[in-house]
């Protein structure tokens, strides 16, 4: 089945320093991704939709400037927290739209990556 | 995008039939029904998607009724592996969303031996 792939799976990173996520679809092409976060014992929330080749779409409440998504091809959408505060801490998970079907299983996600800020 | 209502929390035991209902009073015309599923530390599995009547896979059954303000996520037989958090989500795949899924609290299914 498709997959999507995300990198690093976990990472620490100094507080102030910035830090990438990717998320890439490996074996179809994703025109539009996502970014969800999610705290411990909390659902998924949106952060943001990752339109490829235009400026991303930030839900209400997310920092775009903090949250910066680049789209620049059909497999690749990279998640970088910038300036990281120990509260950006948290799982970050991604999900591509395969195109060109009509059903659930259209939507797959990413494993998700572990972001610590120290 | 339809709002959800699931029960926070269900006990079971292995080799039991768990039954999760979700609540969606205002669904729309287009909208399907999407159960998924994940484990601690991981992304979202799908499990199961329907528009109205019963939907069966090799993993689960989902039932909706004629008004489909609710439906009812059937796994037969759990598990220990079955202990996960299953999220309910309504909306429309392919035209108003494209994808963009709005979880809600999800129901988190323990599986006892």
């Known amino acids: 089945g498709a997959v999507v792939s995300q990198h690093p799976s976990w990472v620490i990173c100094k507080s102030g320093t910035s830090v990438k996520i990717e998320c890439r679809s490996l074996d179809f092409q994703a025109t539009t991704m996502f970014w969800y976060r999610q705290f411990p014992k909390q659902s998924l929330m949106l952060m943001a939709t990752?339109?490829?080749?235009?400026?991303?779409?930030?839900e209400q409440g997310v920092e775009k400037d903090k949250f910066l998504i680049n789209h620049a091809s059909l497999t690749l959408s990279t998640l970088t927290v910038t300036s990281a505060h120990p509260e950006d801490s948290s799982f970050y998970i991604c999900?591509?739209?395969?195109?060109?079907?009509?059903?659930?299983?259209?939507?797959?996600f990413g494993e998700g990556s572990w972001l610590t800020v120290v | 995008l339809a709002k959800t209502t699931q029960p926070i929390s269900m006990d079971s035991y292995e080799g039991q039939e768990v039954n999760i209902t979700c609540s969606h009073n205002n669904i729309a015309t287009n909208d399907y029904i999407t159960w998924y599923q994940q484990f601690p530390s991981q992304g979202p599995r799908f499990i199961i998607q329907g528009y109205k009547t019963k939907v069966t896979n090799e993993v689960a059954s989902l039932f909706i009724p004629a008004d489909r303000k609710s439906s009812t996520l059937s796994l037969p037989r759990v598990s220990l592996s079955d202990t996960a958090v299953y999220y309910c989500?309504?909306?429309?795949?392919?035209?108003?969303?494209?994808?963009?899924?709005?979880f809600g609290q999800g129901t988190e299914l323990s599986v006892k031996p």
């Open positions: 989500l309504v909306g429309d795949p392919e035209y108003n969303q494209g994808g963009k899924l709005i």
């Open positions: 990752s339109n490829e080749g235009s400026k991303a779409t930030y």
């Open positions: 999900s591509a739209r395969r195109t060109g079907t009509r059903s659930g299983n259209t939507i797959y």
